[in-house]
């Protein structure tokens, strides 16, 4: 067994205790919900709630500046700052609904932005600053944006080309113009230096639309997902018994909100505990993460298995060379992370790495290693207490349930949690393919142990059926990690006349070794040895770097399609290295 480091009680002890005792309706009696009955607003929960209490004063967000410098607000400060910006939006009569979009990097402007549409109860939906005019212009024009809130140097480079395709943009806000443009462009600092603190929140009712966000697009074009303000109660559920939020708490998402765990968890869910968010505005760097973990002293740090699998390739000691004592839980998400990477937690840091699983759909974490729970190297983890999840066959749509345990099949979750999202935008068809009768089809598919443990095998898209076997690439890809050689893989099904697939491996090797015959025969002899001739790769291709989606996710798509001379499809998301 492995055991987390630290002395705090945790809010979630006894698994099977929260689990038989969970129920929603206690959840929402810990949020306090509008005032006069005038129902459930995110931010309300995340910011006003608090800015009347002892918190007023208290970091909400902290913003570490490119050279290092940072800014904090307050709660108090950031409820004066989202009520500016709800009454902006009054001031442009955007309407309840109405979507507004911002497209920058991690500033503050981003932040109150946000919280500051969901007090008006218009739509928020985040985009990736790194995006080009086309994706972004088919993002803005599917999610059908009134205003968008950018910088003038993106605006100038990205959007400004756009705006004749664009009718139903109606307000462009700059966050670093001085003075409006036009009636249609206009300055953030100024139009915020016109606007009241004061903001009444008007009746939201739990099911109005609050988000939208678009998927990473690993398998295909990215759809526009709704999400509405009850979602806020997964969101403090997952706050409490999967970060294991307590007061003094100073926790990193490393997420950009352009993702939904960037927004769900790296804006609303720290801020509805009422805990010090970090943010950092630049990119991946070793050793400033190190450092900023230990400058900031950072408690909670959430980040995805792409980082990870990055510091993991460096010889560094965190423990040794940088003051980490307040580090007590590290959490992972979006990819699959590999035992060995939960491991490697465990050696450098003194605590196993907590992955946890779920999707744009579902709004918020579903699947979690929990803080005092033992932690199985290589599994999800158990369901969210109040959320059922399952693993069945799909049979001319009809779910037959997989009893035996270790069996795998299509993963499910039932309806009934408050984030699962409410519609894909303009694809209503694609929305309720989704279901079987009380099941939401999450798309992936797992296997559940005897002890309730989820597996995760691959996405049902990836899977290879290879000379009558069902092949995961994921786990062919961790058996390969565990090559002393092997940086990084990604596996795909090529298709082959005889055997229907053949397995194909593409190979990162660690910097300094030399891809010749000898070490692909070795890697080859060690795939058969630990899989069997069955599973491991046929072929196994040397290359510099493996294409991903700028959250961090394997492109396996967009290696089969180049592998087969086919068209690329959208990449949008594709991160350009
Ligand atoms: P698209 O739906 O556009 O193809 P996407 O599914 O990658 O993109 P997201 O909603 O960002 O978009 O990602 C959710 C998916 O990421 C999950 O369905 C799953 O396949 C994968 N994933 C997330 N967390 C984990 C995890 N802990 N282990 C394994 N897979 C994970
Ligand atoms: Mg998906």
């Excluded at 993106?154 to 700059?174: G, H, N, Q, V, W």
């Excluded at 423990?319 to 490697?344: D, F, K, N, T």
């Excluded at 779920?358 to 969210?384: C, D, F, H, R």
């Excluded at 443990?453 to 062919?476: L, N, Q």
């Amino acid at each position: 067994m492995i055991s987390a480091k630290n002395n705090i009680e945790h809010h979630l002890l006894n698994y099977e205790k929260v689990q038989a005792s969970f129920s929603w309706d206690e959840i929402a009696k810990e949020l306090n919900g509008l005032p006069d009955g005038k129902g459930l607003n995110i931010a309300y929960e995340a910011i006003d709630r608090h800015a009347q209490t002892h918190l007023k004063d208290t970091v909400a967000l902290r913003f570490i500046r490119k050279d290092r410098s940072f800014q904090d607000i307050n709660y108090g400060e950031l409820k004066k700052q989202t009520s500016k910006f709800a009454n902006v939006l009054q001031k442009l009569d955007v309407k309840k609904g109405e979507r507004v979009f911002s497209f920058a990097g991690r500033i503050p402007e981003l932040y109150i932005t946000a919280l500051g549409t969901l007090k008006y109860t218009a739509v928020f939906c985040p985009l990736f600053s790194v995006f080009g005019p086309e994706p972004v212009f088919q993002r803005l024009s599917r999610g059908d944006a009134t205003v968008l809130v950018t910088t003038s140097l993106l605006f100038d480079k990205k959007i400004k080309p756009l705006l004749e395709r664009l009718p139903s943009l109606r307000f462009i806000i700059l966050t670093d113009a001085t003075e409006h443009f036009s009636e249609q462009v206009m300055s953030f600092a100024k139009l915020m230096e016109q606007a009241s603190e004061e903001f009444n929140i008007p009746q939201t009712n739990p099911e109005d639309a609050a988000l939208l966000h678009f998927t990473s697009g690993t398998t295909g074009m990215p759809k526009g997902v709704l999400h509405v303000h009850q979602a806020v109660l997964t969101h403090y559920a997952t706050g409490k018994y999967v970060l294991d939020f307590h007061d003094d708490d100073r926790y990193w998402c490393t997420a950009d909100p352009g993702w939904v765990t960037g927004t769900s968890y790296g804006i609303i869910t720290p801020l509805l505990h009422g805990v010090m968010s970090i943010i950092d505005e630049e990119e991946f760097d070793a050793t400033r993460w190190y450092s900023i973990l230990e400058e900031h002293k950072i408690s909670i740090w959430y980040t995805a298995p792409t980082a990870i699998r990055r510091l993991m390739r460096l010889d560094i000691k965190p423990c040794e060379e940088y003051h980490l004592e307040a580090l007590r839980l590290i959490l992972s998400v979006g990819e699959p992370l590999h035992a060995e990477a939960v491991i490697w937690g465990q050696e450098k840091f003194g605590i196993p790495i907590l992955d946890n699983w779920w999707q744009t759909e579902t709004g918020g974490i579903m699947i979690a290693n929990y803080p005092s729970m033992t932690v199985k190297p290589g599994s999800m983890g158990k369901p969210l207490p109040g959320v059922t999840i399952d693993i069945a066959e799909i049979n001319d749509k009809e779910l037959k349930f997989i009893t035996e345990p270790n069996n795998q099949g299509n993963m499910v979750l039932k309806k009934g949690f408050p984030s699962l999202f409410r519609g894909y935008l303009h694809e209503e068809e694609r929305y309720n393919k989704c279901f079987i009768g009380e099941w939401y089809v999450s798309g992936d598919l797992a296997k559940k142990d005897a002890d309730g443990y989820f597996w995760f095998i691959g996405r049902a898209d990836d899977i290879i059926k290879t000379s009558g076997h069902m092949v995961g690439p994921f786990e062919v890809e961790s058996t390969l990690m565990r090559h002393p050689a092997i940086a990084e893989a990604a596996v795909i099904g090529k298709p082959d006349p005889i055997i229907g697939e053949l397995v194909k491996a593409f190979v990162v090797l660690k910097s300094g070794i030399k891809s010749d015959e000898e070490i692909q025969m070795d890697i080859m002899g060690f795939a058969r040895k630990l899989m069997g001739p069955a599973v491991a790769p046929k072929e196994i291709e040397f290359v510099e770097n493996i294409p991903k989606t700028r959250s961090g996710k394997i492109l396996r798509r967009l290696l089969k399609a180049r592998e087969l001379g086919l068209p690329e499809g959208d990449i949008s998301t594709l991160e350009q290295s």
